[in-house]
């Protein structure tokens, strides 16, 4: 993490790290003319989130005169960082971040920019303006709300679907007034409704007060409590994210395709993007191969967002080329005969308490958007020798 971040920087950066794992998080990167871009930037699949922290004192002056100062600072100030960086960012593929390292861009034509003000120094006394500031929807999180919206929508997926949520929420002809509350109000309505606003769409009201208890009532529910109990289990597939993640930046991991070293990072980012409820699912599957019960079972099929699919294959590093090779075979045969499925990530691993030679990990990544007669052939060939998965 960069020397130069002040400790708000610091801060966010930290809960950026955490919410969405170090290999999408780039604190402090480099803009125009060797200039910082913004304070923090993440980047994961298709998505770019902007962030822009700002910690101005608020001086209370009796009347509206500090309220407005503090506004221009804090708020409007991030919003012309905030500006200024996506432009930027237009008008190119990819990135250097503060340590030297480069981050390609996803295409620019599917892109999806989520900009995000950070301002303190408001003490919880400063009404917050958010929704359209300068040139477009910047959502705004104060020193209460930073901390319960990173926890608590801690995957790019389930951060983004509810940043995507909120601005059509408030692109309707509905007013909304914010009754002393902010974001994490917003954030316990939604997770109240089942993670939407479609009930406010169909029957919009003509005005709606968010009171500054939705998010204290709704955080201390016995269904978010068990809601983060549920949870507790799909740390285990963010801790395998991490692992191989620490392999990428350090050895590389394998191309499955040409059998070499590579930095490719695509996988791993098909892993980040699975929302926190699916990761309770694979997480239940590999404790599941690495149980007991699980021995007699090889590998197994996930689905994970989109057209990607995943596969779980439990097999000794004794000899890693032929596992490699399986993982391959594996994940040809779920492209070919997984129907909508066009990418495969393949994740190969030995089995707990068998290998004799210590542990290790294989990752692939495969993605065949198109499909043909030649390519039905050879995978009917590849089933005779590995067999059906049970979930095809």
Not at 217 to 233: N, Y
């Amino acid at each position: 993490m960069p020397s130069g971040l002040t400790p708000s920087e610091k801060f966010v950066a930290q809960l950026c790290e955490r919410a969405f794992l170090k290999l999408w998080s780039h604190p402090n990167p480099i803009g125009k003319k060797g200039k910082e871009l913004c304070d923090s930037l993440v980047v994961c699949g298709p998505h770019v989130i902007i962030i822009s922290v700002k910690e101005i004192e608020y001086k209370d002056t009796g009347d509206r005169t500090g309220y407005d100062r503090w506004v221009k600072k804090a708020l409007e100030g991030s919003a012309d960082q905030i500006w200024g960086a996506e432009r930027w960012l237009q008008g190119v593929g990819e990135i250097t971040r503060a340590d030297g390292r480069r981050v390609s861009l996803p295409p620019h034509d599917k892109r999806k920019y989520h900009r995000i003000a950070v301002a303190l120094g408001g003490k919880d006394s400063v009404p917050i303006t958010w929704g359209e500031l300068k040139s477009g929807f910047v959502h705004v999180c104060d020193e209460k709300s930073l901390g319960i919206l990173f926890s608590v929508l801690d995957t790019i997926t389930d951060f983004t679907n509810f940043l995507t949520a909120s601005e059509g929420f408030f692109s309707g002809d509905m007013g909304v007034i914010f009754d002393g509350g902010g974001i994490e109000d917003l954030l316990g309505l939604y997770l109240f409704e089942g993670r939407t606003f479609e009930r406010y769409s169909e029957k919009s009201p003509d005005l709606l007060i968010i009171t500054n208890d939705h998010w204290r009532g709704f955080s201390s529910s016995v269904e978010f409590m068990e809601m983060r109990k549920e949870f507790s289990i799909s740390l285990l597939w963010d801790k395998l994210i991490n692992h191989l993640t620490e392999d990428l930046l350090t050895d590389g991991m394998i191309n499955h395709e040409n059998g070499k070293i590579t930095n490719n990072d695509l996988a791993l980012t098909e892993m980040a993007l699975l929302s926190r409820w699916a990761r309770v699912e694979f997480a239940e599957k590999l404790k599941q191969l690495h149980s007991k019960d699980g021995q007699k079972t090889r590998a197994s099929l996930l689905r994970g967002e989109g057209e990607t699919a995943f596969v779980l294959l439990i097999a000794s590093s004794e000899d890693r080329e032929a596992r490699v090779q399986e993982l391959c075979l594996r994940s040809l045969v779920v492209r070919g005969r997984l129907s909508g499925c066009k990418t495969v990530v393949g994740i190969a691993t030995d089995r707990s308490g068998s290998s004799k030679i210590g542990y290790s990990h294989d990752i692939g990544y495969m993605h065949l958007p198109e499909w043909d007669d030649e390519w039905d052939i050879k995978v009917t060939e590849m089933q005779k020798i590995l067999g059906y998965f049970s979930e095809l």
